[in-house]
């Protein structure tokens, strides 16, 4: 295998041999130069090799593998004059990141009318099947609606696709996909170019790797498990029953920053997005139990501003395109500590300053010292006075108290309707405005 490192200068995406039409795309998306990944990528990918690569989101890996499938839709346009249907297949891990990827194809393909149909759960079948119908270039799926389609949707099958992308390839990997992949793996073409792109290589990436890909490229767009140097990473060794109040202290202290809360359940996203709107913040959870339409709803009152505190699980700490998380709080510390690069990778992008505060309870140690460990550091304390943060406990006790109420009262109805929690937090924050409006003299 190649190993390619990149350096040098920039090169302009012109002079990585990109075509005129994609070029003028890029530039009317604000794309002045390419990525690190994208200059590395590119040259490779126009040349017909397999790419491995091994890139985060936020790093450019969308345009990385989708301007060469572009390129090479466009380059198949001229040669039969229609562009062929049903050409490049992206598999993704998330419904959310497939919409994105899609988006992405649909904005560099804009000056060569590329379509693209997203195959994700949670929306109608039948929706779907009309627009394959429409002979899409470019399918991106999450491996298990896909897997639907080829059995149940008529006429529909993959046996064009030229292009395979396996999009975030460690989460692909998990046990809910890994018969769905192969399915997939069986029905598309062996004579078919492969880039794999992942965040971190594990062994099962390793053997997807060798089953999948010949004689790729490598490159890298950061090394494994390193977090960056504008990053400043902090924890605090808290008792269990104070992780609440430890968490307003925080919210307080960042006020107007934008955060992302993570937390280990679903169900702990809702209460404390309940708990927090309680005391006047602008919070809002994010989690797989939410239907899409309320998943995709809460992103973009995030994106937009309207609310600064997105609460979510880790199905919402990779994938998601949010441009820029001042702040990172680990609510519950991750079992597994490949999460806690992901988690705090959601802040200090693109050579911003960031900062990410672990609350460590006494149940939670021995994954925060696996977390060092993977880290390869030792990290600071957050410092804090611990009478300071007490100040807050009873009103922080009080929101708590209410929102569990709350959940108790909305539980089975939300779990019977597949629970979406904003709904219910909405509603709840309505009923409790006067608290809300109070905020800042409660604050104080
Ligand atoms: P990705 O890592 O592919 O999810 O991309 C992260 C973000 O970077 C997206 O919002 C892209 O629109 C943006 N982006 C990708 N490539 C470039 C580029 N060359 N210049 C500026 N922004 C980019």
Known sequence: MEEERGGGEVKSFKELGVIEELVEACD????????????????????GK????????????????ALPILQSLWEAQLQDRAAPAFFALVLSPTRELAIQISEQFEALGSRIRVKSAVLVGGVDMVQQSILLGKRPHIIVATPGRLVDHLSNT??????????????????????????????????????????????????????????CLRNPVKIESASKYSTVDTLKQQFRFVPAKHKDCYLVYIMNEKSGSTSMVFTRTCEATRLLA???????????????QMS??????????????????????????????????????????????????????RTARAGRSGVAISLVNQYELEWYIQIEKLIG????????????????????????????????????????????????????????????????????
Request: charged share 30%; net charge positive.
């Open 28 to 47: 009317s998306l604000g794309w002045k130069n390419p990525s690190k990944i994208q200059a590395d990528a590119i040259p490779h990918a126009l040349q």
């Open 154 to 211: 008529k006429g529909f099958s993959l046996r064009s696709i030229k292009y395979l992308v396996l999009d975030e390839a460690d989460r692909l990997l998990n046990e809910d996909f890994e018969k769905s992949l192969d399915d997939i793996l069986n029905a598309i073409p062996r004579e078919r170019r492969t880039y794999l792109f992942s965040a971190t290589m594990t062994k099962k990436v390793q053997k997807l790797q060798r089953a």
């Open 377 to 444: 550091k030792k990290l600071p304390e957050f410092p804090a006075q611990e009478e300071e943060v007490l100040l807050f406990l009873e009103r922080v006790s009080e929101a708590k108290r209410l929102s569990v109420m709350k959940m108790k009262e909305t539980g089975g109805h939300k779990r019977k309707r597949g629970g979406d929690g904003e709904e219910e937090v909405e509603k709840f924050h309505g009923k409790n405005k006067k608290l809300s409006n109070n905020k800042s003299s409660r604050r104080r």
């Open 274 to 288: 309940l708990m927090l709107r309680n005391l006047g913040y602008r919070a809002i959870p994010i989690s797989g």
């Open 50 to 65: 397999d790419l491995i690569g091994l890139a985060q989101t936020g790093s450019g890996k969308t345009g990385a593998f």
């Open 292 to 345: 899409q339409d309320k998943r995709l709803g809460a992103l973009t009152r995030f994106k937009s501003g309207e609310c600064n505190i997105l609460i979510c699980t880790d199905v919402a700490s990779r994938g998601l395109d949010i441009p820029s998380v001042d702040v990172v709080i680990n609510y519950d510390i991750p079992t597994n500590s490949k999460d806690y690069i992901h988690r705090v990778g």
